[in-house]
């Protein structure tokens, strides 16, 4: 996430001075989880709409080994979370709502697994960049203070590595931090579909019981 606008990497990375080795951390933290989370996601397979109508249209024909095959067939939240509804068919509704909250929590957990890393990351990097400005404007003043105002250049050191690592731990901030947010946003979508699938299949019990009944 280190950009160079204008010179080389390794110059910029050297005139920033210490605070750049727990950025280039923050980075490569930030990277890898980035796409540890992509690949984690991308592995949820199927349609949450999908899954529900072909899962409530087996029930209604009284299908419930069809059922369960059907969300046995997709590695998805909402077809986990069904499944363990389905195995509880014939209890009662507050059990078995109670199964597939207990099991909706356990894939949310899944799902917002190593969050924090990126949240963290996107914290602290710009904290590491403001103390590498602090440093930086130290460093000036002290050469400030030695050589007086007669050589700019023993003072400029100092500033650049101020705005560089500024520069640097925003950079790294802000893509870890809109990551960060498009993942909790797909926790939070995936956490709903659970909750209408799962309220989906509780009314579909009901339509199957009152047509026992009648």
């Not at 990497?9 to 280039?24: N, R, V």
């Not at 499944?83 to 929590?105: P, Q």
């Not at 007086?148 to 003072?155: K, Q, R, Y």
């Not at 893509?175 to 209408?196: G, K, T």
Request: a negative charge.
């Amino acid at each position: 996430m280190f950009l160079a606008i204008g010179g080389p990497i390794w110059e910029y990375f050297s005139q920033g001075g210490p605070m750049m080795w727990p950025l280039l951390a923050c980075s490569a933290v930030g990277v890898i989880y980035i796409i540890e989370r992509v690949i984690a996601y991308n592995r949820v397979k199927g349609d949450t709409a999908e899954i529900v109508s072909q899962v409530r249209e087996l029930l209604l024909q009284h299908e419930l080994r069809g059922s369960i095959e059907v969300c046995e067939e997709y590695a998805h939240p909402v077809a986990i979370t069904m499944k363990s509804g389905l195995l509880r068919f014939g209890k009662s509704h507050e059990e078995i709502e109670k199964a597939m909250e207990s099991v909706a929590l356990h894939e949310v957990s899944k799902l917002e697994k190593r969050l924090w890393f990126l949240a963290t990351v996107a914290n602290i990097a710009p904290l590491f960049g403001f103390l590498g400005t602090v440093t930086g404007m130290i460093s000036s003043f002290e050469a400030l203070a030695e050589v007086g105002l007669g050589n700019p250049e023993a003072v400029a050191g100092g500033i650049s590595q101020a705005l560089i690592t500024t520069a640097t731990g925003l950079m790294i901030a802000l893509p870890v931090q809109a990551a960060y947010n498009y993942f909790a946003n797909r926790v939070s979508q995936f956490a709903l579909d659970m909750e209408l699938s799962s309220s989906v299949l509780l009314e579909t019990f009901s339509e199957i019981e009152v047509e026992d009944q009648d």
